[in-house]
């Protein structure tokens, strides 16, 4: 994989996520494409940093090898904790009807300002 095609999935992930933010109908799936973001991202950061990916067992193993080798100091570290989030947040959305509740939509958009902080950290960088 191609190092500025994991920025490019990254940050489409993460204009999927807004777009379906944006859509009362559609807010269930932002936390997953928020993930799915996360995951490019540290794709990303991985391999700008000299490392092969580990996908052994699919994002989760590279999401440990990137926790293992990122320092806790390092801005980029947001993204394990956006990542994780994120990954909680889906569950947060499931069987709810088309109207989701008004706290459900800011914790959403909280979400995604984090992501959006921690993609500003690994992208500028």
């Known amino acids: 994989m191609d190092i500025e095609r994991c920025r490019q999935f990254a940050i489409s992930s993460l204009n999927n996520a807004?777009?379906?933010?944006?859509e009362p109908a559609m807010q269930h799936a932002a936390?997953?494409?928020a993930y799915t973001a996360c995951m490019w991202a540290i794709d990303y950061w991985l391999r700008t940093h000299g490392f092969q990916p580990d996908v052994g067992n699919?994002?989760?193993?590279m999401l440990f090898q990137f926790v293992d080798l990122v320092p806790r100091d390092d801005p980029a570290y947001d993204l394990y904790i956006a990542a994780l989030l994120s990954g909680t947040k889906q569950g947060l959305y499931l069987g709810w009807?088309?109207?989701v509740p008004p706290e459900?939509?800011?914790a959403l958009t909280?979400?995604?300002e984090r992501v959006q902080r921690a993609f500003t950290?690994?992208?500028?960088?």
């Open 97 to 99: 009807p088309d109207e």
């Open 31 to 33: 936390p997953h494409e």
């Open 58 to 61: 699919g994002w989760q193993s």
């Open 121 to 125: 950290q690994v992208f500028e960088a």
């Open 18 to 22: 807004r777009r379906y933010a944006a």
């Open 110 to 112: 909280r979400l995604l």
């Open 104 to 106: 459900r939509s800011e």
